[in-house]
């Protein structure tokens, strides 16, 4: 397993969410910008997250955004408490909501 670098835009968008938190107002609670923003890191095709779900789940379920079976309670629990490599990911309610709501749409 390679870990590949930040890219400099994600790098940036990730530095912003640690050091200035969006508001939910900010956000728009729109999901899809704090996944893009916080685990497409990870999460994106090629990414470490993704290939560890691939081989754990195959390659039909590592992108996250594509899956129709994961829980509301099940991503809030990988989320604030992380599971096996992945580690607990600090999000306001709101961020942690929103990114709920645009995973299980």
């Known amino acids: 397993m390679s870990i590949r670098p930040l890219s400099g835009l994600a790098f940036m968008g990730l530095m912003a969410l640690l050091l200035f938190p969006l ?8 999901g899809k910008l704090v ?11 090629g990414g ?7 081989k754990e789940f195959g390659s039909e379920e ?7 079976d994961l829980t509301a309670d099940l991503i809030r629990e990988t989320i604030t408490k992380g599971r ?14 929103a990114v709920i709501t645009y995973l299980t749409k």
């Open 23 to 30: 508001s939910a107002e900010a956000q728009g609670l729109d």
């Open 35 to 45: 996944f893009t923003l916080t685990c497409s890191t990870c999460h994106r095709k």
């Open 48 to 54: 470490a997250g993704t290939e560890a779900l691939a």
């Open 62 to 68: 590592s992108i996250l955004e594509d899956r129709t």
């Open 84 to 97: 096996k490599t992945m580690p607990p990911v600090r999000l306001t309610p709101d961020q942690l909501q």
